[in-house]
């Protein structure tokens, strides 16, 4: 973006009070590829044992894999607590449990498969003060999935080329970190990973979640000004999204939500635990009924105090 243009959005985005499209005018979309702030001590210590109480869940869990997402991105305007999925993987060879994922190399302006542990996983979360995870486990459905994800042939060839933060699920132009998530579930679950190189796996993946009656995530922008973003900043677009939706102010994009909501339906006996940490404390809720905002322990909730 010019700087004369971002100067007039800025100023527009102060009048209006308005945020932008991922977050608040200060704190958003213009912060996106700026690292993570240093952790001080005590956060450091957090992050640590929070990492070390997911790891041990998933390790007491009994499965090979999980769909794991984490808070990142301030979506609080649209009422959503995740921004970033991946899958963890007991016999990853990073080492157990860490997530294979995609992510924007915002040096290199693409996007790339990448290996990180789960405490390196959740400093992405941005905010060190309160951070949020989420885990389904997928009983009786993980092996497909597993053998899939861990064919890095298979992962890079579903790897799209240009990324774009909000991409249409059912569209090859862009892709995001939670749409190359979905599209690896179809992989494994509609059979499609011995299709010939001579076919598109992306094409023939969305698809088939199209059949299955995928639904990504709506979001309402309803400002003509926060969807103009989209056709400014290098990691938004929209030109891939269908004229209805633009005239409707609204984008549809492949999100953690809808990627738990999908495996839910999909897998009987799926089970999601959710964790949060703040104040100096870990809250662990099993269930598919979410923390209390603030992460706020409910009475069957397991809370475990870091101070003591």
Same mark, same amino acid.
């Given at each position: &973006?010019?700087?004369?243009?971002?100067?007039? =959005?800025?100023? @527009?985005?102060?009048?209006?009070?308005?945020?932008?499209?991922?977050?608040?005018?200060?704190?958003?979309? $213009?912060?996106?590829?700026?690292?993570?702030?240093?952790?001080?001590?005590?956060?450091?210590?957090?992050i +640590?044992?929070?990492?070390?109480?997911?790891?041990?869940?998933?390790e007491?869990?009994?499965?090979?894999?999980?769909?794991?997402?984490?808070?990142?991105?301030? +979506?609080?305007? =649209?009422?959503?607590?995740y921004?970033?999925?991946?899958?963890?993987?007991r016999?990853n060879? /990073?080492?157990?449990?860490?997530?294979?994922?995609?992510?924007?190399?915002?040096?290199?302006?693409?996007?790339?498969? $990448?290996d990180?542990?789960? %405490?390196? =996983?959740?400093?992405?979360?941005?905010?060190?003060s309160?951070?949020? $995870?989420?885990?389904?486990?997928?009983?009786?459905?993980?092996?497909?999935?597993?053998?899939i994800v861990?064919?890095?042939?298979?992962?890079?060839?579903?790897?799209g080329?240009?990324?774009?933060? /909000?991409?249409?699920? $059912?569209?090859?132009?862009?892709? /995001?970190?939670?749409?190359?998530?979905?599209?690896?579930?179809?992989?494994a679950?509609?059979?499609?990973?011995?299709?010939?190189? !001579?076919?598109?796996?992306?094409? !023939?993946?969305?698809?088939? +979640?199209?059949?299955?009656?995928?639904?990504?995530?709506?979001f309402?922008?309803?400002?003509?000004?926060? &969807?103009?973003?989209?056709?400014? +900043?290098?990691?938004?677009?929209?030109?891939?999204?269908?004229?209805?939706?633009l005239?409707?102010?609204?984008f549809?994009?492949?999100?953690?939500a809808?990627?738990?909501?999908?495996?839910? %339906?999909?897998?009987?006996?799926?089970?999601?635990? !959710?964790?949060?940490?703040?104040?100096?404390?870990? @809250?662990?809720r099993?269930?598919?009924?979410?923390i209390?905002?603030?992460?706020v322990?409910?009475?069957?909730?397991?809370?475990?105090?870091?101070?003591?």
């Amino acid at each position: &973006m010019a700087r004369a243009q971002l100067k007039q =959005f800025l100023l @527009v985005c102060a009048a209006l009070g308005t945020g932008a499209l991922w977050g608040p005018c200060e704190a958003g979309v $213009f912060r996106y590829c700026d690292p993570p702030s240093e952790l001080d001590a005590t956060q450091q210590d957090t992050i +640590l044992r929070f990492g070390a109480v997911i790891k041990s869940t998933l390790e007491r869990s009994g499965g090979s894999l999980a769909l794991v997402a984490r808070s990142g991105l301030d +979506l609080s305007r =649209f009422q959503m607590r995740y921004s970033h999925a991946g899958i963890s993987l007991r016999a990853n060879p /990073n080492g157990p449990w860490s997530v294979r994922q995609l992510y924007y190399d915002c040096d290199e302006r693409r996007p790339r498969i $990448f290996d990180q542990g789960i %405490a390196g =996983f959740v400093v992405g979360a941005g905010d060190p003060s309160i951070g949020y $995870f989420s885990v389904v486990l997928l009983p009786g459905a993980e092996t497909e999935v597993e053998r899939i994800v861990q064919d890095n042939r298979q992962a890079l060839r579903l790897l799209g080329g240009t990324y774009s933060a /909000n991409a249409y699920p $059912f569209a090859l132009r862009y892709q /995001n970190c939670n749409q190359w998530v979905a599209e690896l579930l179809a992989v494994a679950w509609g059979g499609l990973s011995d299709l010939p190189p !001579e076919q598109d796996l992306r094409a !023939e993946s969305q698809r088939w +979640l199209r059949q299955q009656a995928y639904a990504p995530t709506q979001f309402d922008v309803g400002n003509p000004i926060l &969807m103009w973003l989209g056709g400014v +900043l290098p990691w938004l677009h929209r030109d891939d999204h269908p004229q209805d939706d633009l005239a409707a102010w609204r984008f549809q994009v492949s999100m953690p939500a809808s990627i738990e909501a999908f495996a839910r %339906a999909r897998v009987p006996g799926a089970r999601r635990i !959710e964790f949060c940490h703040a104040n100096r404390r870990i @809250v662990i809720r099993e269930g598919w009924e979410p923390i209390a905002q603030g992460c706020v322990p409910g009475d069957t909730d397991t809370v475990i105090a870091l101070d003591q």
